[in-house]
C-alpha cells in the first residue's frame, strides 16, 4: 500500500557530508510526523531527526547542530543533510513516515528499507 524509497547514502571520509532522500508513495491521505532513525551494528535503533507535517523538528542528541531535517509536502519527501560527519555516525539509516490512509482513519507507522552510511576516519 505504501512505499518509502531512501536514497544518498554511501562512503564518505569523516569530516564529509551527505544528504539522505526518502520518498513515499502509494495509498496517502496525509502524512503527520516524517523522519529518519539509525542503527549500528550491536546497537538498538536510535532517533536520529523527525519532522512535522508543519515543519517542528526534533533531533537526537548526537547530532544536533550537524544533521538537518526538512521536508517537502507537495512530494511526500524527506531530506537529511548531515555534515561534519563522524565514524560514529557509520549505521544503516532507516526513513519514517506516520501515514494516514483516509481523512477519518488511523494513522500507521512505514518504515523504508534502509540505506548504509558509512564514516571512514
Known amino acids: 500500500q505504501v512505499q518509502l524509497v531512501e536514497s544518498g547514502g554511501g562512503l564518505v571520509q569523516a569530516g564529509g557530508s551527505l544528504r539522505l532522500s526518502c520518498a513515499a508513495s502509494?495509498?496517502?491521505?496525509?502524512?503527520?510526523?516524517m523522519g529518519w532513525y539509525r542503527q549500528a551494528p550491536g546497537k538498538q535503533r536510535e532517533l536520529v531527526a523527525v519532522?512535522?507535517?508543519?515543519?517542528?523538528?526534533n533531533y537526537g542528541n548526537s547530532v544536533k547542530g550537524r544533521f538537518t531535517i526538512s521536508r517537502d509536502n507537495a512530494k511526500n519527501t524527506v531530506y537529511l543533510q548531515m555534515i561534519s560527519l563522524k565514524p560514529e555516525d557509520t549505521a544503516v539509516y532507516y526513513c519514517?513516515?506516520?501515514?494516514?490512509?483516509?481523512?477519518?482513519?488511523?494513522?500507521?507507522?512505514?518504515w523504508g528499507q534502509g540505506t548504509q552510511v558509512t564514516v571512514s576516519s
Open positions: 519514517a513516515a506516520d501515514i494516514r490512509h483516509t481523512i477519518a482513519g488511523a494513522i500507521f507507522r512505514y
Open positions: 502509494g495509498s496517502i491521505f496525509s502524512i503527520n510526523v
Open positions: 519532522i512535522t507535517s508543519g515543519g517542528s523538528t
